[in-house]
């Protein structure tokens, strides 16, 4: 059974950085596209960023391109995102999420909440103004 678990949120003054991590307990990491959402209070989960199984295709929301990058290790069965000149509205917890149940892995999939197997617990982020 997969686990993911995040790490690396917490409270950053706007126009700060921080970097989140997560780390997948499972076997089947290197198989497995990876993403990164965010849920504010009162709205619903968002696609931030995502890196398909291979690592040849990166994707991201218009709202973070150039500030936010996403990476892999596999050999840490590791994701990461760093995030840069933060906003008081990317306030949310942020999440990853493991996706192994094939190897689709265009922007309309990987952005897409309901195309994810695994899910973590989350992380806070908190950017103050």
């Known amino acids: 059974q997969v686990q993911l678990v995040e790490s690396g949120g917490g409270l950053v003054q706007a126009g700060g950085s921080l970097r989140l991590s997560c780390v997948d307990s499972?076997?089947?990491?290197?198989?497995?596209?990876m993403g990164w959402f965010r849920q504010a209070p009162g709205k619903e989960r968002e696609f931030v960023a995502a890196?398909?199984?291979?690592?040849?295709?990166?994707y991201y929301a218009d709202s973070v391109k150039g500030r936010f990058t996403i990476s892999r290790d596999n050999a840490r069965k590791s994701i990461y995102l760093q995030m840069n000149s933060l906003k008081p509205e990317e306030t949310a917890v942020y999440y990853c999420?493991?996706?192994?149940?094939?190897?689709?892995?265009?922007?309309?999939?990987?952005?897409?909440?309901?195309?994810?197997?695994?899910w973590g617990q989350g992380t806070q982020v908190t950017v103050s103004s």
């Open positions: 999420a493991a996706r192994w149940r094939d190897y689709s892995d265009t922007l309309y999939i990987l952005s897409n909440v309901k195309s994810y197997d695994s």
């Open positions: 499972g076997r089947t990491f290197s198989s497995a596209s």
């Open positions: 890196k398909s199984w291979s690592g040849a295709s990166t």
